[in-house]
Every structure is written in structure tokens, then in C-alpha cells.
Nanobody, 124 residues
Framework: QVQLVESGGGLVLAGDSLRLSCAASGRTNGNYAMGWFRQAPGKEREFVAA????????YYADSVKVRFIISRDNPKNTLYLQMNSLKPEDTAVYYC?????????????????WGQGTQVTVSS
């Protein structure tokens, strides 16, 4: 089992930046790809960004491309999401996820472990 805990969310103004972190614990010795998803009120959970095990392959949703950067520090078992130029439409609960395969995936059903989420609110 892998436990994931997100942190770094908060209330910011449009145009501000935030960095989310996701700390993994438990059986972290496997090659896990990881991703970030988000869910806004009244909407389905959507893909944001994903990264493969080694960190040399990433993929982004069109809505966040250029503005967000996903990265990972494997020795620290930590995943990051640097969010720049935030917009009110980025407001959502952000979840990190891990899958027991090293290749990244954009589909939520492909992930085996999920965190509890961290709220990001962007005010105009």
C-alpha cells in the first residue's frame, strides 16, 4: 500500500502562484508513475498533469499547459505541482495519485492510490 498526502493548497488571487506537494509513504520502493487530478464543485474529476517514474516524461491537460509544471523528487518520495498564472477556473480540490506502473497515464481509473486532496481557490 502507498499513502499519499497533499499539501500546499490555499486561497490566492488570480495571477498568483502556488506549489502543491504530495508526500508518499508506505511501499514506495516500486516504480510508480504519478499524476495530479482536480475536481471543481459540480464537475467530474479531471486530469491535470502526469509524470513517469524517472521524471523524464510529463504530460499536461491543455488547460494548464505552460502554466503548470509537474515534477518529482524520488529520494524524498515527493511529487510537486508548480502552478503559475492561476485563474479562477483553476479553483478545485487537487488530488495526487500513483499507479503501480512506471508509465504515465491521463485516465484516473489507471491509478491505484489517491490522496485526500487539497483545496485551491483562486479569487478574481
Amino acid at each position: 500500500q502507498v499513502q499519499l498526502v497533499e499539501s500546499g493548497g490555499g486561497l490566492v488571487l488570480a495571477g498568483d502562484s502556488l506549489r502543491l506537494s504530495c508526500a508518499a509513504s508506505g511501499r514506495t520502493n516500486g516504480n510508480y508513475a504519478m499524476g495530479w487530478f482536480r475536481q471543481a464543485p459540480g464537475k467530474e474529476r479531471e486530469f491535470v498533469a502526469a509524470i513517469n517514474w524517472s521524471g523524464d516524461n510529463t504530460y499536461y491537460a491543455d488547460s494548464v499547459k505552460v502554466r503548470f509544471i509537474i515534477s518529482r523528487d524520488n529520494p524524498k518520495n515527493t511529487l510537486y505541482l508548480q502552478m503559475n498564472s492561476l485563474k479562477p477556473e483553476d479553483t478545485a480540490v487537487y488530488y495526487c495519485a500513483a499507479r503501480r506502473i512506471g508509465y504515465l497515464n491521463t485516465v484516473s481509473a489507471a491509478y491505484d492510490y489517491w490522496g485526500q486532496g487539497t483545496q485551491v481557490t483562486v479569487s478574481s
